[in-house]
C-alpha cells in the first residue's frame, strides 16, 4: 500500500495537464529573485523554497491551480520573472509558487492606455506601443524580462517617473482584474483607487490575472553622459535639468565619484573619478541640453540617437535605477545598497551633506522623479560598501535621523520595508476579501501572520 | 512747385511695390491691440497712431522697409495679430506699423521642432503639427489669430504651460532669425539663450523674422468643465489635477464665482454661482479625472472629446487666460483685470485669502502652470470692478504688499509691466545691437527714451 500522498503531490495529480516544473535545481531558481542584493537577505532567506513551481497558460488554469491550493490550504506565492529584490517571489512557508509568465497575452492598446495579463514582459509591451507612436509611462531599468503584474506588485516605477511619478500616481495604472483565493475563486475588476489597495504589497493581497496602465506618447530620446569634475556641479546640472519645463526627458540619474568607475562596460565614456548624469532628453532638446551642461563646466562624454540606441539593443535605461547596483556588484561582490527617499526642495544639500558624512563607504546614484504630489525629488539608490550588518543597521538609523525615508531593501517583511509601518485599514480590507485562508505566502506580511486567516 | 515730401512720403514714393495701407481708419485699426481691457492704457494711449502700415512678404521687403526708415531716422513698430493687451502694437511716436502677417511661411517641421516665419498665425503651426502627432508646447487663448513673433514679442505662454512652463524656459524656443534696424540691416541668428534675450521685448530691441520653437506630441485632449458648490474644494480639485504626475493635461483653470457667469456661451454647463474648473485631460485620464472630481464633491458638467471638438471648432480653449476676460467685458464694460503672479506652495491659501479680501470686487481666474524652475504655480488674470484709477492702483499696491507679484497690465512702459524693473545689461546690449538708431517703437522702453540713440 502506497503512502498517503501529500498535498503537493494531491495537487499535481490532480491537475496533470498543467506545465509543473519538477527538476529541484530549477525550484530552486524561481522560488528566488534578485535578493542577494542584500547580505542580510540572502542570509535570511537561506533555505526558503517552494515545494513546486506550476506555470499557468490561461485564466482556467490559474483558477484550478488556485481552487485546488485553497481545498488544500497549501501556500501559494506568486511570481513574474523574478526581477525584486525583496524576496518578493520567495515562498516563506513552502507550498506552490505560481510561475505568471506563460499568462502574458497583450489584450489591447488605445491612445494613452493598454490592457494586459499579469505575466507579460513590460518589453512586449513596450515594443506593441513604439509602433503606435507610443511608449511606457514608467519602468523598471529590468524591463527586458520583469513582468507587467511583478512592478505592479513590487515595483516602484523607474524610468519615466521624472514625468509620471510613481506607478501609484492616479492615472498610471486605471484598473486590474484580480482573483480572489477560494475553494470557489471570484474574478474581480478593481478600477482607480481601489485597484491600487492591491499595489505593491509583493502579492500578498490578491492574485492579479490584468492590469490596465496609461501610456506616454512616444518620443525619440537622445541618450547621453555628462561628465563633470566637481560634484557639485554635476548635482546643480541634473537637478536643473530634471526640472527644466522645456527639456522632455524620460530619465535623469546622477552617479557620483565612484559610481560611474563600476560601470565596466561604458568605461570608455567615464573617465577614472568623474562624475556623471546620464539622460535621455527628446533629441529636439539637444541644443539646449549642450548648452545646459557647458553652463555647469561639463562635457558629453556619450551620445546615442533614439535610431542608434533602437539598431544596437544597447541602452542606458539598463544602467539605471537598480541595474546600476547590479552592474557595481558584478564588479565587487562585498557591495551592497541603500534606498532612500530625500525632500523636494532640499534634495541638493541633503545629497551633498550625506555623500561627504559617508565618503569611501555609501556612494551616492540619486534619480530624479515627480513625487505623488508632482513635485520634483530624488531617490538613492546608493552604493555601500558592506561591512558588518551592524554598521548597515547604523548607517540606516543615521540617515533616518538625519531626516530622509530609507525604504529598507534588507528586509523581507511588507511593513518593515518601503509600507514603511502597518498596513492601511483598506489594504487589510482587500488582504481579507482576496485571500480570506492567509495563504499568499504566509510570513510575508507581519500584520498577517502565518496561520491567523479564519 | 510742391512742397518738400515727408519723411512718411519719402518711403513710400521710394518702395511703391510694397502693401501699404493708406486707409486711415485701417491705420488706425493697425495702430491698436487689445489694450482697451484696461482703462488706463486707454486713456493714455488715445491718439497714438501710425503715420503709414506696410505689410511685406518677403524678407527683401522687410530689409527696403528697415534700411529706408533708418536712413530717414522713421520709428518702426512691430506688428503681428494685435491680440496683445499691452498697448505692443501702438506707436508712442508715430512713424510705420510694420505689420507681420503676410511673411507667414511655414518653414520646416520636424519631431519635438518647427521653424516658420514671424508673421504666421500659431494655429497654422498647430494644424500642421498635428497632422504628425504634434502641437504647439504653449499657446495663447487668441493662438487662432495671434502670430508667432507676437507670442514670443509680448506673450507669456499659456495654454500648455501647465506642462512647458512659460515660452522663456528653455527649449522652448530653440533659436530665431533677426534683422538690424540700420541703413545697411544685417542677419543675424541667435540660438539658445542669446535668442531669449529678444523675448517679451515688445518688438523693442530687435526685429525677429523666423523663430525656431520645440513642439510636443499631440494628445486627444478631452475638454470638460467641472462645477462645484465650494470655493475651497473646487481650488483643492484644480490644484490636485494641475500636479496630478499621472493625468496628462493641456490646461487647468480656476474661475471662482461669479467669473462663470460671465461666460454666457457655455451658461448651460455653468450653473449660476458655481465655482467651476475647465480643464484639458488626455482622454485616457478620463476615469481618473472623474474619480478626482467626485473626491471633491463636484461634478462634470461638459465633456467634449477631441474628435467633437475638431468637428465642432468649438474650443474650451478660447475660455482661459485673457480670453475669460475678454468673454466678461464682453457682458460688462466696467470691467478690467489684473495679472497676478502667486508663490509655489503657498498659491492655494493667496488665492484663497485674496478672493475673500476682495469679495464683490476682484473675482478670481487662476491658471495652472509650471515655473520655469518646473514647480507647479499659479497666474491670475483677476477681473476687476472697475471704479476709479486710484482705486485700481491701490489694488495693485496692497496685493503687493500681501506678498504676491503683480504683473502690471496698466501700462505701456516695458519696465513697468511684466519686465518689473530695468532690464538687465545683456538685453540692453542686445538693444544697442540691433537697434542702434533706437527706433524701434522709441518711447517704449523707459531706459532707452526717445532720441537717446546715438
Redesign the interface.
Known sequence: MNAPASAIEQLQLGLPELDWITDPNRIQRLSQDFSWFSPVLTRQLEGKVADAVVRPRTEEQIRQVVAACARLKLPLTLRGSGTGNYGQTTPLAGGVVLDMTSFNELLWL????ARAQAGIRLNEIEKAAQAE?QEL?CMPSTYRSATLGGLFGGGFGGVGSI???PLA????V??LKAMTIEPEPQIIEL???EAMRMHHLWGTNGLVLELEI???????WLETLAVFDDFDAALAFADQL???????KREVAFLASPVPDYLTQLAESLPKGCHAVLSLV????E??LA??VSAHGGRVSYRRTAAEVSKSHKTLMEYTWNHTTLHALRVDKSLTYLQTTFTPGEYVRQITELSRRYAGEVFMHAEFL???????NCSALQIVRFTTEERLQQIIDEHRAYGVRINNPHTFIVEDGKAGGDLPEDVLAMKARFDPLGLLNPGKLRGWPVGAAS
Open positions: 488605445r491612445p494613452g492606455l507612436g509611462r514625468n509620471y511619478g500616481a492616479p492615472g498610471n486605471v484598473g478600477r482607480g483607487a496609461g501610456l506616454a506618447p512616444a518620443q525619440p530634471a526640472r527644466a519645463p522645456g527639456l522632455d527628446a533629441e529636439a532638446g541644443e539646449a548648452e545646459l515627480r513625487n505623488m504630489e508632482g513635485q520634483t
